[in-house]
């Protein structure tokens, strides 16, 4: 009898524990795909980010701690063009996690989702570290974020069918809140012109309507040559763009000299979820870029 | 494609249209054309499949410029007394150390494959082909082929990725120049614990020529085991350490010239490495490696006397790396017979000079692609007594795929 309830009990545990304990372990890249993940998952997942918010994207370095977490993951969500090629690849082999293995469900190339820019084939590194899939800075991109969500939204339903429509629910909130905010933002830098440091900020751009004139960088990942400086000195000069661009890890000494030089001054912009006190979602990045460049 | 063409510009025409329609019109048309562009970079070959379907492909050249004070015929004969004769093939002057293909890919969902073909002016070798498990559960991952060992830090990284040009001191002695680089298996488990923890085991051919013996008639004759932990110290800080262990029936020919040895080896090791980066542009990494050598059997020398030989020897170096924005700077001690310089021949113990050296090196990386490095040695481990004072000017570049970096 003792047993019988016991063993009733053992095996209510073992078929209730999982549904009811056992949340989605995520692990994602970057800061703001981990803010996402969070919106639409809500309290059925866990999420882990590689990435620090303060730390340049362009440059991680695999820690091996990063494979102890893609150990236990049950999918892992990353940026995708090329971005993250020099750590993750590594990462999810070493995790021996079947899960997250590309082709498995556990393997989210948030990428997919959207439709990338100045994809250019024909590229060499000549012109630098290049990435010839696209401008892998797609996630300032107000038009794309929606299918971003809900591609995420998808993934996890897959993962986890049983909550399909809270995942669904919680993405219908997303986008409710993303059109609300668009409308925000949609028109306040319409006609602004910015000189920009790396091509980070070209999605926004384009959803927003303002232009990008010039950058410091010649080439993604070479520092600008002393002639380059001198040409944007006379061009910004010249044309008095609203800003200088940049963030927090790019050229800060080649940005104050032009400043300096030129009397445009210098917008440090965060570029990530929780890189400035405040902003801990990827709305409040949106929102705080908006408002830093339409400098009110 | 013609057809295609051919259909839109029908499309195009055959319809009256409003003049402001033309300019959607030959919107969408771009846009088609764009599309078959697309397409056209996934064409299908006479095999069929895609561009997309080839392995990632890599190349590294590796050169190098030497310098020494001394003679072509000095350097040829160095050897480290008591440890090790091995032929130094690096020339005064301009030296082309290797062009090495690389490839990798997914074989299927179960495996990757990794190839490494380093092609020099005399010979082109397979120094590594292997396979990776990626599907096993429960934290296990197999390896087979050619492959690096798990055996202690450096042994498992590609040579152009190291630090310095040459390798320290203990890896000359105990492993030879190229390190274990062995065909066999290796199993590694990577248990769900909230730290990093790695554990190793590998059955090996054992034809490391130095540690082992060169092209074994049968095996596997050597083992080797390793467990690594590594702790996050905060955000910027990273700690690796752990044990490795080598061991194995040795057939060698490389401790005198014209000599043989018969036994057994084991070789202990213990490696620490600590990464800091404190910005994003300024980092600094401190790396130290011991090793230790216990070895039994019969000595053959050069007049063919046969006496027992017992060797227990160790090795260490300490490296440092601070690294700012493009530039590195290095600075490395290694040296022999720290705790241990046992060699005793026939019940005859034999001192040798404790050898020890002392390196400087200054990097420039002007992308991710290229690495020009000067480094000098102070060297004080040949066997005559001589120092040596070399220079390395070594320029790697690297072209194709990226490959991802352990740490």
Known sequence: MLIKAFLALFTTLLLSGPALAAELNVLATLPWIGSIAKDIGGDRVSVTVLVKPNQDPHHIEARPSMISAARKADIVMFNGLDLEIGYLPVIIESSRNPKIQPGNPGYLDCSRFVEAIEIDFKADRSQGDVHPLGNPHYHLSTSRMGKVGRGIAEALSALDSGNRALYMANLATFEKKLAERRKEWDGRLKGKNYVAFHRFFEYLAADLGFRITGYIEQRPGIPPSSGHMAGLVASMSREEPNALITTSYHGGKAADFLSKKTGVKTIVLPHEVGSREGIDDWFDLVDRIVHDLSGE | ?407
Not at chain 2, 8 to 37: G, Q, Y
Not at chain 2, 151 to 173: C, E
Not at chain 2, 252 to 281: H, N
Not at chain 2, 287 to 313: H, I, K
């Open chain 2, 1 to 407: 494609m013609k057809y295609l063409l051919s259909f839109l510009l029908i499309a195009l025409f055959a319809f009256p249209t409003h003049a402001d329609d033309i300019e959607t019109r030959i919107k969408n048309l771009e846009e088609a054309l764009k599309s078959k562009e697309q397409d056209a970079l996934s064409s299908k070959g006479v095999f069929g499949g895609s561009a997309l379907m080839n392995p990632n492909i890599s190349l590294i050249l590796d050169t190098l410029f030497y310098s020494s004070n001394l003679s072509p015929s000095e350097l040829e004969e160095r050897e480290i007394s008591g440890y090790m004769h091995e032929e130094f093939e690096t020339k005064k002057g301009f030296n082309l150390e290797s062009a090495e293909l690389f490839f990798f890919a997914p074989v299927d969902p179960y495996f990757n494959l990794y190839v490494t073909i380093p092609v020099t002016e005399e010979e082109v070798e397979l120094e590594e082909a292997y396979f990776v498990t990626t599907s096993l559960p429960a934290g296990f991952q197999l390896k087979g082929g050619k492959f690096k060992s798990g055996f202690g830090r450096l042994n498992s990284q590609h040579r152009h990725n190291w630090d310095f040009a040459d390798p320290p001191l203990p890896y000359s002695a105990f492993l030879g120049g190229e390190g274990l680089i062995e065909k066999g298996v290796q199993v590694t488990y990577l248990p769900a614990l909230p730290f990093y923890t790695e554990l190793g085991f590998e059955a090996l051919q054992g034809e490391n020529e130095v540690l082992f013996r060169e092209d074994a008639a049968t095996g596997p004759r050597a083992y080797a085991a390793f467990a690594k932990a590594s702790l996050d110290l905060d955000d910027k800080s990273t700690l690796l350490f752990g044990p490795s262990v080598a061991f194995g029936k040795t057939d060698t020919g490389t401790i005198e010239e014209d000599t043989r040895f018969e036994g057994d080896s084991t070789l202990w090791g213990l490696e620490l490495t600590y990464k800091w980066t404190f910005s994003d542009k300024k980092a600094f990494k401190l790396q130290a490696e011991y090793l230790f050598r216990d070895q039994d059997g019969d000595f053959t020398d050069a007049d063919e006397n046969v006496s027992n030989l017992e060797r227990e020897q160790d090795g260490y170096y300490v490296q440092a790396v601070y690294q700012v924005d493009r530039w590195r700077l290095g600075a490395r001690y290694d040296g022999l017979g720290l705790f241990k310089d046992k060699y005793v021949l026939d019940g005859q113990s034999e001192d040798f000079r404790t050898p020890w050296r002392a390196t400087a090196a200054i990097e420039y990386n002007p992308s991710e692609f290229t690495r020009l490095r000067l480094q000098y040695n102070h060297d004080r481990s040949l066997g005559g007594g001589e120092t040596n004072r070399e220079v390395f000017l070594q320029a790697v570049f690297g072209i194709g795929a990226h490959a991802a970096h352990k740490f």
